[in-house]
């Protein structure tokens, strides 16, 4: 499996509290995604890094922002969280190198976040 | 804009049956990737199955198999023999554009498949 690893797992906040999620890549790759899995959504990406300090948004990028400042972590931030970022984060991270012919995801575990 | 489109949110199976989950996408690309993702109640992403897009042999992974027609742009998933494991959300996936920073996956919204007894 992919080291790939998110933290927390769990975690309840109240609206308008900072809540920052990390993912942590043991695997050395240049793309990681931040989606979120909502029920009748699927997965929707939020923000996705190409490399360190070199981000781009997603289709769901309101109220979230990333940052990569080493190549093995990608920090999801809400600044101000509110009811409808309730949801499930999913970190993903891609082995694309080079001619991208062994183009594989692999994902952590998620995060569920509830805000109160 | 990518889009991935599974029409059918909920389907279900007897067991050692066999059973189709459709796919469609929507690209200007010739060259992109296909996916399915398995996500059982523990909540994990599992890859099933890869199709690369220059390749026209349908790919297969053991009981997993695809039917890729890319005139139509259809991407469809067949269980054969369905066990009670394979009771999980699929997701449908699409990836293109190799050359820039813009590398992003799509997703459908899923189908919740249910094998039954």
């Known amino acids: 499996d992919a080291g790939i690893t998110q933290s927390p797992r769990h975690k309840v906040t109240e609206t308008g509290t900072p809540v920052t999620l990390r993912c942590h890549q043991t695997?050395?790759?240049?793309?990681m995604y931040w989606y979120r899995q909502d029920p009748g959504h699927g997965l929707r990406l939020i923000h996705y890094s190409y490399g360190v300090k070199d981000t781009d948004k997603g289709e769901v990028s309101d109220g979230y922002s990333v940052s990569r400042s080493k190549t093995e972590d990608f920090l999801l931030t809400l600044e101000s969280a509110t009811s409808s970022q309730t949801s499930v984060y999913f970190c993903?991270?891609?082995?694309?190198?080079?001619?991208?012919?062994?183009?594989?995801?692999?994902f952590g575990s998620g995060t569920q976040l509830s805000v109160l | 804009a990518q889009t991935v489109t599974q029409s059918q949110p909920e389907m279900s199976v007897q067991e050692a049956e066999t059973v189709t989950l459709s796919c469609t996408y929507d690209t200007s690309e010739n060259n992109y990737y296909l996916f399915w993702y398995k996500q059982p109640p523990s909540r994990q992403m599992i890859l099933v199955i890869r199709q690369e897009a220059y390749k026209q042999q349908n790919a297969t992974e053991n009981r997993f198999s695809v039917n890729f027609q890319k005139a139509a742009k259809s991407f469809s998933l067949k269980i054969s023999d369905s066990q009670l494991g394979d009771t999980a959300m699929y997701f449908c996936?699409?990836?293109?554009?190799?050359?820039?920073?813009?590398?992003?996956?799509?997703f459908g919204k899923g189908t919740l498949l249910t094998v039954n007894p």
């Open positions: 695997e050395n790759h240049r793309y």
């Open positions: 996936a699409f990836i293109e554009n190799f050359g820039g920073s813009n590398y992003k996956l799509t």
């Open positions: 993903a991270i891609s082995d694309r190198e080079g001619s991208g012919t062994n183009e594989k995801l692999f």
